[in-house]
């Protein structure tokens, strides 16, 4: 019952550093938690997708092809124990680039 996942969705680009630091944060204090995260990310300034997967407090990301005419929407999924959804996208928003 304690075991859920939780979609996120954003349209607008993500700051980098903000969305490394939020994860870093995210990963210290739930890694043991999160049993598996994946998404395409669309950070600001950066032409191409970047992938990102992780299972406990291991992750990683890497570019991907070019989004060409695609939307560039990033969309990111945990799945794990006592999520909190309303802090997880929180902390997800607020990565959004200015």
Not at 9 to 31: M, V
Request: proline share 2%; glycine share 8%; aromatic share 12%.
């Amino acid at each position: 019952d304690t075991v859920r996942s939780v979609g996120l969705r954003s349209d607008a680009p993500l700051d980098a550093a903000r969305f490394q630091s939020w994860l870093s944060t995210l990963l210290r204090e739930k890694g043991t938690d999160l049993f598996r995260m994946k998404g395409i990310l669309a950070f600001e300034g950066r032409d191409a997708r970047f992938v990102f997967q992780g299972v406990h407090m291991l992750f990683d990301s890497q570019e991907d092809r070019a989004w060409g005419n695609t939307p560039r929407v990033s969309e990111l999924v945990f799945i794990g124990r006592d999520l909190d959804r309303d802090a997880l996208t929180e902390g997800f928003y607020a990565c959004r680039a200015q």
